[in-house]
């Protein structure tokens, strides 16, 4: 498939740096939900290390009462899960996205609002990824929006030369390349902030290096913001090109299915936040501004940012033209992405623990459901598991009897067949009719988190501000081809501009 955009010839004004707006964000949200703030920790943390000693006291006191207790607890997790999943299913069903096709149909043929379409600022954080960069510049290239209202900030690291070195070659309107210095910690997010300095948009989104945006996408997140003035962000559904490579990216596929094509526009249409993807999120310029940008210190800031618009009266809603995206395919880098996001979410569940009142229960509510819910499956499935077939096996073979209520095996298969329906209805929204094929496969993908879950737990002590790097350009494009509409007649003065001081 070739994707063909013409976007106007027009030379890109100087650009600019913006007045100060420290004075508009509030000295509260670092203080509160900075994940770099290890010391706010320590009250919630140390709560769960005295819940574990209860529990061991009780395991060594009367097991069965331990094990009962847990039963009921995380039964009763599951029940909610799975009744929120087949709910989701049921909204595929009967509106199969009807409420999200009114408010940002994803038509690049839209008429302008009448005020025109606003500046947009494109942020694309890179990390040695210097052969990423002539695909991604003409994926971007693509886009159907007015060059002259576009601005995209090619964000390179001062020491990785390589990187900043290929996007220099590649430059033209409406492209900068912004040179972030080494400093502490060296994450997405801190990078991201330092380019908002430069930032000219209304409207601010993030692209990943192997990223291929649908070209209506910024006007269907226009068209979004425009239908709700309490819409903060906005996310778009984030699709895997090399879907079909091998077993670990069907696996892949069909998780992020179910998640952008089933679960967020569930929670969207329940108006609950949802965590937003590390790219692809479309957000307003004062939004951003109100809630202090970024969390330099969190390893999943866009998880994190979800909760701190929330918490501020944002909505989170979503729009439909998609992101094409390259799926891990090789399972030790698979386990470092993992790992980071865990780790993230651990962290960001933390930082928003501390403050529980006053900031809204949707919130709260959400925040364990998504987050939340992740972390237990992840640290408990496998323990779950093995202690299921510890108690059959040793009912069996007569060593103790100890019997579960069926019950709970009921509710072990509600729980499982409302999350594979959920990759079926996925799949099926996707238009990714190959993954069914999988489907059955999917309990083994989740039984290989727990690895990457104790990892995680490790280095929250050991190393907290560690970004694992994912690797990218593992697969190629196959039939997406990307042509660079942009010619030679539009390229003119562009800037590069390197930060002596990161701010």
């Avoid at 957000?283 to 940008?293: G, S, T």
């Avoid at 987050?371 to 323990?383: D, E, I, K, R």
């Avoid at 067949?417 to 990714?432: D, E, F």
């Amino acid at each position: 498939m070739t994707i063909r955009t013409r976007i106007p010839a027009r030379r890109e004004p100087t650009p600019q740096k913006p007045q100060d707006t420290q004075d508009n964000t509030s000295p509260t949200i670092k203080t509160i939900w900075s994940a770099g703030d290890q010391i706010k920790n320590m009250p919630l943390r140390l709560s769960m290390f005295g819940l574990l000693c209860l529990c061991a006291l009780i395991l060594f006191i009367k097991p069965p009462l331990l094990l009962a207790i847990t039963a009921l607890f995380f039964s009763s997790a599951i029940v909610i899960i799975s009744l929120l999943r087949l709910l989701a299913i049921i909204a595929v069903i009967a509106r199969r996205y009807n409420s999200a096709k009114k408010r940002a149909a994803p038509s690049s043929k839209l008429a302008a609002p009448p005020d025109g379409w606003p500046h947009y600022t494109l942020l694309v954080p890179l990390h040695h990824e210097a052969h990423m960069v002539e695909p991604l510049m003409n994926a971007l290239s693509q886009i159907d929006y007015p060059i002259e209202r576009l601005q995209i900030l090619m964000i390179t690291e001062a020491a990785d030369q390589a990187t900043v070195e290929a996007v220099n070659a590649k430059l033209r309107p409406p492209f900068q390349n912004i040179v972030v210095p080494y400093s502490e910690p060296q994450t997405k997010p801190k990078a991201l902030n330092v380019a908002m300095k430069y930032a000219r948009g209304d409207i601010i989104t993030i692209y990943d290096a192997e990223d291929i945006p649908h070209p209506s996408q910024l006007k269907a997140a226009v068209r979004a913001f425009m239908a709700d003035i309490r819409l903060g962000a906005v996310q778009a559904p984030l699709e895997y090109f090399n879907a079909d490579q091998n077993w670990l990216t069907r696996q892949f596929a069909l998780e992020y299915s179910a998640l952008f094509h089933v679960w967020n526009p569930l929670l969207d249409r329940l108006n609950l936040p949802f965590p937003l993807g590390g790219t692809s999120n479309h957000i307003r310029r004062d939004a951003l501004w109100q809630v202090d940008l970024w969390d330099s210190y969190n390893v999943t800031e866009d998880a994190d940012l979800t909760f701190r618009l929330a918490a501020y009266g944002w909505k989170i809603g979503t729009i439909l033209p998609p992101t094409q995206e390259e799926a891990v395919s090789e399972f030790r880098n698979w386990q470092h992405q993992r790992v980071r996001w865990l780790k993230g979410y651990i962290q960001t569940w933390q930082v928003h623990m501390r403050a529980v009142r006053g900031h809204g229960w949707p919130r709260m509510l959400s925040l364990h459901i998504t987050l939340g819910f992740t972390l237990l499956s992840a640290f408990l499935h496998v323990p779950a598991m093995v202690m299921i077939s510890g108690l059959y096996s040793a009912n069996l073979f007569g060593l103790f009897e100890y019997q579960l209520e069926k019950t709970y095996f009921y509710i072990l298969i509600l729980g499982y067949g409302s999350a594979l329906i959920c990759g079926i209805a996925g799949a099926i929204c996707a238009r990714r009719p190959k993954l069914l094929l999988s489907v059955a496969a999917m309990p083994f993908y989740w039984l290989c988190l727990f690895w990457p879950a104790l990892r995680a737990v490790a280095q929250l002590f050991t190393a907290p501000f560690y970004w694992n790097k994912t690797r990218h350009g593992d697969a190629t494009i196959g039939d997406v081809t990307i042509d660079d509409p942009i010619t030679e007649q539009t390229i003119s003065k562009t800037a590069t501009i390197e930060i002596s001081h990161p701010q």
